[in-house]
């Protein structure tokens, strides 16, 4: 199965942190699974870093390819996708996330309340 990490459970499983819900630990170190993190994510923690945040390692993301974890541009379809969105969530990075899952057909794991207002699966 495709799954797509929200943010916080990318940084959750990266750094060993105890909020990481055991079935998503789970589904991620599944090989059979696969796991994948947008771009947007990574844009996400950039921010989050530069304004001070968040604190990351500055490898954290050859960590995730390093672990078979594929990283999702974002293409003009996943923008298109935006339209469609009700405005539920606020937040850009997790509408982006939304409609990529959304457009490819993807599950998304995640912990956010708001985002099981969308008509997306989620874990």
Known sequence: ?????????????LYDDPKLPGRDAQIISEADNHIIVSVAS???????????????????????????????????????????????HNDPFDRMIIAQAQAECMTLLTIDKMVKKYDVEIV
Do not use: C, Q
């Open 1 to 13: 199965m495709r799954y797509l990490l929200d943010t916080h459970i990318i940084l959750w499983w």
């Open 42 to 88: 990574l844009w996400e923690i950039e921010i989050k870093r530069a304004i001070g945040k968040l604190v990351v390692d500055s490898g954290y993301i050859e960590a995730i390819k390093t672990n078979g974890i594929e990283l999702l541009s974002i293409h003009p379809s996943h923008v298109v996708g935006l339209r469609s969105l009700p405005l539920f």
